[in-house]
C-alpha cells in the first residue's frame, strides 16, 4: 500500500489569498488525483495531476482557480486561488498504484477554512 | 458520464449484518470500490471488485454484478465502530478516474 502525506493539514484563510497545499507519497504511483469533500457529502473528483505535464481537469474545476503541479511520480501540489468562503472544504490528495491491484489510496485530507 | 446511487443513511443493531447496496450506469467500468470513512478522517478502501461475484474479507464482502450495474457491501457481526459513511465508487476505463457516489452513512446502535 501507499502511504500519502499532505501539508497542511488545516488552514484558516482570509477571502481574496490563496492557499498550496501539498502531497507527497512514500512509494512511486501511476496516478494522483485531488479531489474536495464539502461538509457531510461525498467526494469530488477536481483534477487528475499528470506528471510533467497540464492537469486534466473535471466539469466545473479550471486550472486558474485550481491550478495543479506534480514534478515527479510522488509529489504533487494543489493550489486553491482567490479564495472565497465558497472554497471552505476539505481538500484529499489520492494515488493509484498499478502494482496493488489498481487499488487507490486517500491522504489525510486538509480542512480548509475561508473567512 | 457516470451516475452511481446509494441510499443516504441506514441504522442496524451490534452484531446484526447490514447490506449497503450501489447502483450505477456508466460509459466505461473498470472496477467498483468500496471505502469506509469515519467523521473527520480520510476514506480507507476496504474491496475492489472487478469480475462478478463475492470477494469476501473477514467480516466484509462486496458483490458485483456488471450485467445489472449492481453492487452491495456486506457487514456481519457488526461492532460500534462501524459506524461510518460507506462510499461506493466506480473506475472509468478510459481515464482510470475514481467517481464516488454520495456515500451512505451507517449508524450502528447497542
Known amino acids: 500500500s501507499a502511504v500519502i502525506s499532505q501539508k497542511p493539514s488545516r488552514d484558516i484563510c482570509q477571502r481574496g489569498t490563496s492557499l498550496t497545499i501539498q502531497c507527497q507519497v512514500d512509494s512511486q504511483v501511476t496516478m494522483m488525483f485531488w479531489y474536495r469533500q464539502q461538509p457531510g457529502q461525498s467526494l469530488t473528483l477536481i483534477a487528475t495531476a499528470n506528471q510533467g505535464s497540464e492537469a486534466t481537469y473535471e466539469s466545473g474545476f479550471v486550472i486558474d482557480k485550481f491550478p495543479i503541479s506534480r514534478p515527479n511520480l510522488t509529489f504533487s501540489t494543489l493550489t486553491v486561488s482567490n479564495m472565497s468562503p465558497e472554497d471552505s472544504s476539505i481538500y484529499l490528495c489520492?494515488?493509484?498504484?498499478?502494482?496493488?491491484?489498481?487499488?487507490?489510496?486517500f491522504g489525510p485530507g486538509t480542512r480548509l477554512t475561508v473567512t | 458520464g457516470q451516475n452511481i446511487d446509494q441510499p443516504t443513511e441506514m441504522t442496524a443493531t451490534e452484531g446484526a449484518i447490514v447490506q449497503i447496496n450501489c447502483t450505477y450506469q456508466t460509459s466505461g467500468f473498470n472496477g467498483l470500490f468500496w471505502y469506509q470513512q469515519h467523521a473527520g478522517e480520510a476514506p480507507t478502501f476496504l474491496s475492489y471488485n472487478v469480475l462478478d461475484g463475492l470477494e469476501e474479507k473477514g467480516r466484509f464482502s462486496s458483490f458485483l454484478s456488471r450485467s445489472k450495474g449492481y453492487s452491495y457491501l456486506l457487514l456481519k457481526e457488526l461492532q460500534m465502530k462501524d459506524s461510518a459513511s460507506y462510499l461506493c465508487a466506480v473506475r472509468d476505463r478510459g481515464t482510470d478516474k475514481l467517481i464516488f457516489g454520495t456515500g451512505t452513512r451507517l449508524q450502528v446502535f447497542p
Open positions: 489520492s494515488a493509484m498504484t498499478t502494482t496493488s491491484s489498481y487499488e487507490q489510496y
